[in-house]
C-alpha cells in the first residue's frame, strides 16, 4: 500500500524534472546565443533576454504537472491514513509522463530555435516578431502534453 503513494511521488518527480531539464537545456542554448550578441551589441539585452526566457515555460509546466499529480491523488492535504493502491499509484506515475517528456524534447528544440531567432534578431532588429512566433510553434507540443496529462489525471477513478 505505501508503494502506491511512492509511485505517485515518482510520477510527480519525474514530470517536474524533465520540465525542468527541457527548460534549462533550451535556455542555455538560447543564453550562449544571446551572449555572443549582447556582446556586439549591448542595446539588444532586453531582446535576448526575452528569447532565451521562450524556453523556461516547459519547467512550468512541469512544476505544474507535478502539483497535480500531488493533487488529484489526494497526497497533498492528506492525513497519514491516505492509502493508494499500486495499480493507481502506476496510472498517476504514467499520467505525468506525456508532460514530462514532452517539456523535455520541446524545451531543448525551443532553445535550438530561439537561439536562430537570436541571429536573426541580431542582423534585423524588426525580425523580432517572427523569431518569437518561430520559438513559440515548438511550445505547442508542450501544451499538448499538458492536455493529455491533464485528461488522464480527470480519468484516474
Known amino acids: ?3 502506491g503513494i511512492a509511485l505517485v511521488f515518482i ?4 514530470t517536474a524534472v524533465l520540465g ?3 527548460s534549462a537545456i533550451g535556455m542555455g542554448y538560447a543564453g550562449q546565443a544571446a551572449s555572443g550578441v549582447v556582446g556586439e551589441k549591448p542595446s539588444l539585452f532586453g531582446k535576448m533576454l526575452l528569447m532565451q526566457a521562450l524556453p523556461g515555460s516547459q519547467g512550468i509546466y512541469g512544476l505544474v504537472g507535478a502539483f497535480l499529480i500531488l493533487s488529484f491523488s ?3 492535504g492528506s492525513d497519514a491514513s491516505l492509502v493508494i493502491d499500486t495499480a493507481t499509484g502506476m496510472k498517476y506515475l504514467f499520467a505525468g509522463l ?4 514532452s517539456g523535455l524534447i ?5 532553445g535550438i530555435v530561439a537561439a536562430s531567432g537570436i541571429s536573426l534578431i541580431a542582423k534585423d532588429e524588426s525580425n523580432m516578431g ?3 512566433v518561430l520559438a513559440v510553434m515548438v511550445e ?3 501544451i499538448f502534453g499538458v492536455l493529455i496529462s491533464f485528461i488522464l489525471l480527470i480519468s484516474i477513478v
Open 1 to 3: 500500500m505505501e508503494i
Open 11 to 14: 510520477g510527480a518527480a519525474i
Open 20 to 22: 525542468f531539464a527541457g
Open 74 to 76: 489526494g497526497v497533498l
Open 98 to 101: 506525456p508532460i514530462g517528456i
Open 106 to 110: 520541446s524545451g531543448i528544440y525551443q
Open 130 to 132: 517572427r523569431a518569437i
Open 140 to 142: 505547442t507540443w508542450a
